[in-house]
């Protein structure tokens, strides 16, 4: 019989990326969208995830064998502290509890948790063995999950993959890499930053979705694993790699009105428990950058 995926968030930044790899194994794929009009195809239904009854109604009708819990609040002025946790804490608790009721046939549930949650720490790539220690609502959300997601240990199989920064072609232009790309790609004659100082370890999407998907359908995957590339990167750099692309000099003003509270100056993951599972990643941020610019497919 054909395996299938139920991907709650298709209409996400990653969901069409994920959708993509699970098709390419042979898997049958549906998703649910937060509004009505995302057409990506038959098989995505209009879906709030805090909503218990159409979840579960969704769930009883496709009875998937793996799961991914996309939908999230990851950009922090999408919502307030309460939609925060409404939807990165209570919503997937809800799809736990629906498939902790009748586990069988589905047998497996990815939720992305996030770097973030290792803090504010000074050089080093952070492992899965750094202890946690966040500092922002969004990251306290996600460590939230991980912690209750526990009690459903021999109940369901869950999966909880922390990436950290990534990016690519589809990503909203209020995340910093694709406003960096698009003042760019526009020739812009100055932009407005925060800190300017900060590194982030930046993957691209596509290296994430494989990820996500050798997770769900490995035999034995690890029950969390971050997803990095290894290499940090300050948006001093990106800028000037951006510039070196696109021969376009700008003025970059600094407003203090951007620079946050509790700013993690530096995240860099370390993948190798990733990489034992098979996976590497197949593009560099160089390569990432110049496919948002369309230098390259």
């Known amino acids: 019989m054909t395996e299938k995926a139920l991907i709650f968030g298709m209409d996400s930044f990653t969901g069409p990326y994920l959708k993509a790899e699970l098709e390419s194994l042979g898997i049958q794929v549906y998703g649910t969208a937060l509004k009505q009009g995302f057409t990506e195809s038959s098989r995505v239904f209009t879906c709030d995830i805090r909503d218990r009854e159409t979840v579960r109604a969704l769930m009883s009708t496709i009875r998937p064998s793996m799961v991914a819990v996309l939908s999230a609040v990851t950009f ?25 009721e009748n586990p069988s046939p589905c047998v497996r549930i990815l939720i992305p948790g996030t770097s973030h949650v290792y803090g504010n720490r000074r050089g080093g790539r952070l492992d899965e063995k750094t202890s ?12 939230a999950m991980e912690q209750m997601a526990r009690a459903y240990a ?3 199989e869950v999966v ?22 698009d003042h760019f790609r526009r020739r812009a004659p100055f932009m407005e930053l925060g800190n300017l100082h900060v590194s982030r370890d930046f993957s691209d999407v596509r290296d994430v979705a494989r990820a996500y998907a050798l997770l769900m359908t490995m035999e034995q995957p690890p029950s969390l694993v971050n997803i990095a590339s290894g290499q940090p990167f300050s948006i001093r750099e990106i800028l000037g790699m951006l510039e070196e ?15 946050r509270e509790n700013e993690i100056l530096s995240l860099c993951g370390d993948n190798g428990l990733l990489r034992a599972c098979g996976w590497t990643p197949q593009y ?14």
């Open 76 to 100: 922090v002025p999408e919502g307030t502290d309460r939609t925060i946790y409404d939807i990165n804490l209570f919503a997937p608790l809800n799809i736990l509890d629906i498939l902790s």
């Open 132 to 143: 946690p220690d966040p500092i922002s609502h969004y990251a306290l959300s996600k460590f």
């Open 154 to 156: 021999g109940k369901v």
């Open 160 to 181: 909880i993959p922390r990436p950290f920064n990534y990016t690519g072609l589809g990503q909203p232009v209020h995340f910093l890499v694709p406003k960096l790309v």
């Open 245 to 259: 692309m696109t021969g376009h000099a700008m003025e970059i003003r600094v407003n203090p009105a951007f620079v």
């Open 284 to 297: 560099t941020l160089k390569d990432t950058l110049m496919w948002m610019l369309g230098l390259s497919f």
